[in-house]
């Protein structure tokens, strides 16, 4: 694989905006391959403009988009289409995130490219498929996170609220990575591209599937926990005799058992047949919950942890960003770099997993992303349409 990655040579087009595409192209480009960041003149991607956090440019683009190249096309226009259309004749993978009326209007439909181009795998994301009743709903994140049940899942009783970070579009983005991989796999067997229909809803359901099939098989539905897992118990956020909180988590009777004699001091918990299993600390857990609170509450943070230790029982602590910037494992695994901007500043950013593991390097050097339609020009002369009006 060397120091460019994996998918070295192959060639990504992303006909793209927001996150879910941006951010599956980019774990592509992580992983060596060359991004083609397709972009609508003037403006660009409208994550451009989200916000303002990296020295005026914005913290959502700058983690979704390096690395890539930019090209600005009009795809209304002949020659913006004629331009796109050549590029797509060398690629090896579209990913797509719009509606499937858009995607369709472009003639991007799945007989249309297996006839134009027999070898090209495309993804093409959206909020709830490509059929359906829903397939010409506009779908944002916190759309999907209620409309798949997750915000159901998340809050207190009264008030259900959106995960703090944007995990339809995230695990979309993940989700669309692996299955280009498979395809791409599949196409170094079959010589032929495939057509992946990935629907931010599907995805986002993945998380929440536990919680489905509790339903489907015992009719039960979760209440909103706003600091508890809703499976396990004890397993949530307590506060300390000095304040500081402590996320605790006991997955099994073992731990429970270590639970109950090391940091409880009441042995006899680990064989009272409420608690001894994990099912049954469940069911007791309006018990159970009283009982690790009561033990964290005499404890500091300090003699908590090493009680903890001790016992071997997983926890952890509630940081801020300002906290993980400074925490032990970004610094020792390197998660963070610093990568000049186009106009000379020094922006601090988070380097993918893939990066960091493959030493990739897709867009040729560049470690920043690329500005709307910086690569345009160098394209069209690399594609013979030199001097084209895009």
Known sequence: MGEHGPLAGMLVVGLEQSVAGPLCTRILGDMGATVVKVERPPLGDFARRWDDNVHGECAQFWWLNRRKQSVALDLKSPDGRRAFDALLARADVLVVNQSPAATERLGLTREALA??????????????????AFRDRKAYDMLVQAETGV???????????????SIADVGTGIYAAALVLGAVVGRLRAERGAYLDVAMFDATLEFAGPMLLSFLNAGLIYPRLPDRHHAISPYGIFECADGARLLLAVQNDAEWRRFAEVVVGRPELADDPRYATSVSRLANRQEVDPIAADALRRLS????????????????????????AEHPVTRDRGLLADVEMAGGETARTLLGIAERLFGANGSGGRERPPLVGEDTAAMLELLGLAGTTT
């Open 151 to 165: 915000m159901s899942l998340t809050g207190t009783p009264e008030q259900p609220t959106r995960v703090g970070v």
């Open 115 to 132: 006839e134009q181009y027999p070898t090209l795998v495309t993804c093409s994301i959206s909020g709830y498929g490509a059929d359906g």
């Open 301 to 324: 943070k300090a003699e908590a942890t090493r009680l903890l230790d001790e016992a071997w029982i997983a926890y952890g602590s509630v940081n801020d960003m300002g906290e993980v």
